[in-house]
């Protein structure tokens, strides 16, 4: 349950990025920028999740690893389709 909400950040906060460059874009705003931007801001998020559940939660980092590439591909995946979507 952890992935899904996490991975749904994900989903959020690129949402959020694009949000921010239709309302900060002067003229046309620029999508794609933002989910470029968007992708190594997640790929810290990602790696900070993981540290926090070797960390604090217990799990080991031969537990956590499997995850990670879950956890930071699907937002990862839905930037680069708006990236290509976006940047016609």
């Known amino acids: 349950m952890h992935v899904v909400m996490v991975v749904g950040g994900g989903i959020g906060l690129l949402a959020l990025f694009l949000l921010f460059a239709y309302l900060w874009g002067v003229g046309e ?7 470029k931007i968007f992708i190594p801001v997640w790929l810290v998020v990602s790696l900070v999740n993981m540290w926090v559940g070797v960390t604090k939660a217990g ?3 031969r537990e956590e690893l499997p995850i990670l590439p879950i ?3 699907v937002p990862a995946i839905a ?7 976006l940047s016609r």
């Open 71 to 73: 956890v930071f591909a």
């Open 79 to 85: 930037a680069a389709i708006a990236i290509w979507r």
């Open 59 to 61: 799990y080991s980092v």
């Open 29 to 35: 705003p620029n999508f794609a920028a933002a989910a």
